[in-house]
């Protein structure tokens, strides 16, 4: 446990963050980070956590199970491309029901105002690393 403390105290001196946006999705919560390396170099880590409780009652103990990933500038536009090809495939095998089509408004609405705030074009480098 002491070198798992050491590891994310060495991560949190070496990565500036520099924007955060957290989003809820169920029993997972989607952490973005925006991060500069040493060298000033900016990266998003992706990093999925999701809450464990063992046992029930008093005796009940929480843990979070963490997977995450890095992308750099190099790689955005390749991530985005296969991102939005898998989601166009699911939707059209999947198509929202009238029951979702609040969800559907609300997500349409959503893309159009995060469009003009994305940088389509820089660089990406893409790590995963699941602990």
Do not use: C, W
């Amino acid at each position: 446990m002491e070198d798992f403390k050491k590891k994310n105290a060495m991560d949190l001196n070496d990565k500036e963050i520099v924007f955060s946006k957290s989003i809820k999705a169920g029993k997972r919560i989607y952490y973005l980070d925006v991060k500069k390396n040493r060298k000033d170099e900016m990266f998003l880590a992706i990093t999925e956590s999701k809450k464990i409780v063992m046992s029930e009652g008093d005796d009940s103990q929480v843990s979070f199970e963490k997977h995450k990933i890095f992308l750099y500038k190099e790689d955005f536009e390749k991530f985005m491309t296969g991102l939005t090809q898998a989601i166009a495939f699911i939707n059209k095998k999947q198509p929202l029901t009238l029951d979702d089509s609040d969800k559907k408004e609300k997500l349409e609405v959503d893309l159009e105002e995060n469009l003009g705030k994305t940088e389509i074009g820089t660089e990406i480098k893409f790590d995963i690393d699941f602990e």
